[in-house]
């Protein structure tokens, strides 16, 4: 049989989704009723967002030069985030389809998924879609494929998802152009599990591509990586629609359902095997997933009952979390409790979509209103018995003198912007620590800049001034790839002399300053004047380093309290004191809960 | 008189008179309660004093929020007939002697003379009265004239209150208030020759656009008055008002609270150095001019309410008559009431604090204790108390609990607490 096994890397918006609707209508696999835009686009939010989270797997056949072809379509995350994800899906295929939009360019992670497959050994196949569109320059963007690819210019596949025009041409490219795949090495079964979905009714689905043996329904598997047994109740193929099959062969790929009952159970990279007959060895390239942005997430108690509220709001936010993380295994969670904001928890994500991602779905999937606090990096701290530790949570910081060295993640960030925003762009990476690696030409009007940054100063505020300086058309991807150590410092924040954890942070000492007097000044405008006056201070190593007061209160009286006032004086103390219930207390002053997040938001 | 069935008090203890499913399809259905159902609920109450709400005014002030109107249909003597209705039914709940009697409103004075005397002699032929009893009126300065102030005179009215609130042309503009100035010492002077022994004056500070200047220029005004009771309030934007709504919508501003604290602080000096006494947050009297039914209020004692809108308090339950004159007019006998409210032990003790420490005597310790006895809030309490003492907001002095002079200017920080 000839089977290809391919996916499509794309950036945001530049059309995978519609291409790849097309591409199933064009073989006949979807009608056109069917093919309402973005068929593999499960989750409402992911078609909202215009972002694929998780991969699918559909299998189609195609006629070229007179023989038929069964077509695997393996779906990517669009991602930076989920790198480790696109690169399982990756290894499921011999070769990718590179779209770029013709009217875009080249971008940024388009680069950085485009190197994940090469380096893969995947075969490419570059495509510029919306040609159909009028501010379309495909010449110019064939160009930028080939300086930033090595693929030729001439070689690029014009395509419309939108029209249709150049389908069937790529359909055929795909038929010839990429390999087959290679040969079974072992009878015995090996199976990469390159994605897996939880789903009300059948529990957890995983997706599946054998490269060796073959799977049946009711066979006993081991996932080799964590030594887990389960029998495989259902086989399924999408065609797109999911179809029952009673086996799964060589090269082939669908998923199983196995009576699985939560994603953390079953591990993106890991090999399936026959529990009777296992493989000798593992297939290559599993690794546990790596949290690198890490925030808290409370309940939000804005609207809450008042009084047993706080319990079982933190108990909906529990469940909602535990349920996601059926869902999505790649997040991590603790409990966690602030003095300011409670019971929550502190959560770890692959990068920062990732974390905007887990935080709608506990929203809108989990019917949680969360909270959450301004993300932050893991650093690692190395003390002077010459053990490490890692923290996520400055409140974690060892007693300083103890410490040798705080290393943080350092990452190296490519971006793509307009020509013209070049020194805007290299002003902000300077005043963020970052190190200066390369300015590389990518067209007449684009350019790639390459940096080393501190992860924390990604985090903080990056993105959004990236895609203000260049009004919306710079791109960028960032990798972590090492810890480096560096003048950090913990900043404490105390009200009234009281140190307040939840407010602490970890900082680079030269910017301590500064940041310290935003966060006093937001802090000042939040809590209300009390009885007394209230002292603001930040310090690092003991020594303040900014301070803000707020004046005592000077009057809060009712003024007028006769018979008929009474019952509405009345009310509207007791609401006073309900607000207050809700609010935080910190020594003998009382904080709203507003006036963390205000300073935990990393805006200017 | 026959008997309403049980009133069905909701959890939060507010009753509604439910439809009477078992009257039968002819009667018309009871969707009201009324002050019998809610003195009912009352029952042990002793009523110390009456008040008697007119709702009729001369012009809508825009920082007002009581129940008030300009009356475009002449109903003052309706208005007078149902009182009379009114005062009798209730009798059969009020025992006396009662103590004092407060004709407020609204504008009392606005029903002109004859019904003056009318109503004032009614409510002196049927209630319980005692004695040396304290008979309060409201008046408003324009509307004071030689036949005004003799017959309140003449109807045994001791003290009235006149609503002054500026003598600033542009601060009283700021509040939409419509009088002359000089109305408020021709209005005393009739009323200390018809007879009257004590005149109050209601005065406004942190009036928006209100400077200290202003201010002292205000309080002098009133001095030269010389009157026997001073109120003086902070500007209150009650909601619902068209103040509020100004303010809301960026048409006025608020004075800052460093100002209102300074003006308010301006006040408390002058009027001690000027022989008054302060005997309540925003209180001030020449020495014996207390006013005896404000204080009933504060002591958290039973009273009557008449007339629509009134409220009363009778052993713990609160009820309000509807505010809304027509309705009131039809209703009867007993008025027809929007609100019951059963405050129970708890609640009760709660706002015994809350009232009793806006006076400066404040409350006292033996009646503290009683208040502490029992109840889930009093360990809460207890805590408060001795928290805020420690903060020299509370102290106990001369036998009594009371506001420190600072707790005085934040107390509804310590009010809020105990409640």
Request: glycine share 8%.
């Amino acid at each position: 049989m000839n089977i290809r096994n391919f996916s499509i890397i794309a950036h945001i918006d530049h059309g995978k989704s519609t291409l790849a609707d097309r591409l199933l209508q064009e073989t006949n696999a979807l009608s056109k009723r069917e093919a309402r835009a973005q068929f593999l686009d499960s989750m409402d939010l992911e078609r909202e967002r215009g972002i694929t989270i998780k991969a699918s797997a559909v299998t189609v056949h195609h006629t070229c030069d007179g023989q038929d072809f069964e077509l695997n379509f393996i779906d990517t995350p669009g991602h930076v985030d989920f790198t480790y994800e696109v690169s399982r899906a990756l290894t499921a295929c011999e070769g990718a389809v590179l779209v770029v939009d013709a009217t875009q360019g080249v971008q940024a992670q388009t680069v950085a998924n485009a190197y994940l497959a090469a380096a893969g050994g995947l075969e490419l196949i570059p495509v510029i879609n919306k040609i159909d569109l009028p501010a379309a320059d495909p010449d110019g963007v064939a160009m930028e494929i080939e300086q930033v690819f090595g693929l030729r210019a001439e070689d690029c596949v014009l395509v419309s998802a939108k029209s249709g025009e150049g389908i069937l041409p790529l359909l055929d490219l795909i038929c010839r152009k990429l390999p087959p795949p290679r040969p079974a090495k072992t009878d015995k079964l090996r199976a990469l599990i390159f994605d897996a979905k939880y789903d009300d009714y059948r529990g957890v689905v995983v997706y599946i591509r054998v490269f060796d043996g073959s799977l049946k329904t009711g066979d006993r598997i081991r996932m080799m990586g964590t030594g887990r047994n389960f029998a495989v109740s259902e086989l399924t193929r999408y065609t797109p629609h999911p179809t029952r099959v009673k086996e799964i062969g060589w090269a082939q790929v669908g998923s199983i359902s196995a009576n699985i009952k939560s994603l953390a159970d079953v591990r993106v990279g890991d090999t399936v095997t026959l529990d009777i007959a296992p493989a000798d060895e593992a297939l290559a390239g599993y690794e546990e997933p790596k949290q690198m942005v890490f925030c808290d997430f409370y309940p939000s108690n804005a609207d809450a009952d008042v009084g047993s509220g706080r319990k079982a709001d933190f108990e909906a936010l529990r469940e909602a979390i535990e349920k996601l993380n059926i869902n999505d295994a790649s997040f991590t969670f603790e409990v966690q409790h602030s003095e300011a904001l409670g019971f929550g928890y502190r959560c770890g994500f692959l990068g920062l979509l990732h974390m905007d991602i887990v935080q709608e779905r506990l929203e809108r999937e989990g019917g949680v209103e969360v909270v959450q606090t301004a993300p932050t990096v893991k650093y690692m701290i190395d003390l002077n018995d010459g053990t490490s530790v890692e923290i996520h949570n400055p409140a974690e910081l060892p007693d300083p003198s103890q410490i040798k060295a705080i290393r943080e993640p350092i990452a190296k960030l490519e971006i793509m912007c307009p020509t013209e925003n070049i020194g805007d762009l290299i002003k902000l990476c300077d005043s963020r620590r970052g190190t200066f690696k390369a300015q590389r030409y990518l067209s007449d009007h684009r350019q790639i800049l390459d940096y080393e940054l501190p992860m924390a100063e990604i985090i903080y505020d990056f993105y959004d001034k990236l895609k203000s300086i260049t009004r919306g058309y710079g791109t960028m991807d960032y990798q972590v790839t090492e810890y480096r150590a560096d003048n950090l410092t913990k900043i404490n924040i105390m009200v009234n002399g009281e140190p307040v954890e939840a407010l602490s942070l970890m900082c680079h000492r030269s910017s301590a300053e500064a940041r310290s007097r935003l966060i006093l000044t937001k802090l000042r405008a939040q809590i209300d004047r009390h009885q007394f006056e209230i002292a603001l201070q930040a310090s690092v190593g003991g020594k303040i380093i900014a301070r803000e007061s707020i004046k005592a209160m000077r009057k809060n009286v009712t003024a007028k309290c006769y018979g008929g006032d009474i019952s509405r004086k009345r009310k509207l103390l007791e609401k006073q004191k309900e607000g207050k219930k809700r609010m935080k207390q910190i020594g003998s002053v009382t904080i709203p809960q507003e006036a963390f997040l205000a300073v935990l938001d990393q805006g200017d | 008189m026959a008997r309403l069935p049980t009133i069905p008090l909701t959890v939060a203890g507010v009753a509604k008179h439910e439809l009477d499913s078992q009257a039968g399809p002819a009667s018309p259905p009871v969707t009201e309660s009324t002050a019998f159902d809610a003195a009912s609920l009352a029952q042990g109450a002793s009523y110390r004093g009456a008040y008697v709400h007119v709702p009729f005014c001369r012009h809508k002030c825009h920082y007002c929020d009581f129940y008030s109107f300009v009356d475009t249909e002449n109903r003052a003597q309706s208005y007078v007939e149902r009182l009379e209705v009114e005062l009798k039914t209730s009798l059969e709940f009020i025992a006396g002697p009662l103590e004092t009697v407060f004709v407020g409103g609204g504008t009392p004075t606005m029903l002109g003379a004859d019904l003056l005397r009318r109503m004032l002699s009614s409510i002196r032929a049927v209630l319980p009265i005692g004695s040396d009893a304290e008979w309060s009126v409201e008046a408003n300065p324009e509307t004071v004239d030689e036949a005004v102030a003799d017959a309140l005179a003449q109807s045994g009215v001791r003290r009235v209150s006149l609503g002054a609130q500026s003598f600033n042309p542009r601060l009283l503009k700021a509040l939409e208030r419509d009088h002359d100035p000089a109305s408020v010492a021709r209005a005393v002077g009739l009323l200390r020759r018809a007879g009257v022994p004590q005149v109050n004056l209601d005065l406004i500070f942190a009036i928006p656009g209100s400077t200290i200047g202003d201010w002292e220029s205000d309080l002098c005004r009133a001095l030269e008055i010389a009157p026997d009771h001073l109120s003086a309030y902070g500007l209150v934007y009650e909601p619902n008002t068209p103040l509020a709504v100004k303010l809301r919508k960026g048409a006025v501003t608020r004075l800052p609270e460093d100002d209102e604290a300074e003006q308010y602080e301006f006040v408390v000096e002058t009027l001690a150095k000027c022989g008054y006494e302060r005997y309540e947050i925003s209180n001030w009297s020449l020495p014996g001019n207390h006013c005896r039914h404000n204080v009933l209020y504060w002591e958290n004692a039973d009273w009557w309410g008449f007339g629509p809108s009134a409220a009363s308090h009778g052993n713990g339950v609160r009820w309000r008559n509807i505010p809304r004159l027509a309705t009131w007019l039809e209703r009867g006998p007993f008025a027809p009431v929007e609100e019951i409210e059963s405050l129970g032990m708890d609640g009760s003790a709660g706002e015994c604090f809350m009232l009793g420490l806006r006076m400066m005597a404040g409350i006292p310790l033996e009646r503290v204790s009683q208040l502490l006895r029992s109840g889930k809030r009093a360990r809460s309490r207890v805590q408060s108390i001795a928290n805020f003492t420690a903060d020299g907001l509370l102290i106990e002095q001369d036998g009594h609990l009371r506001l420190t002079d600072r707790g005085l200017t934040i107390a509804d920080i310590v009010l809020s607490a105990l409640i």
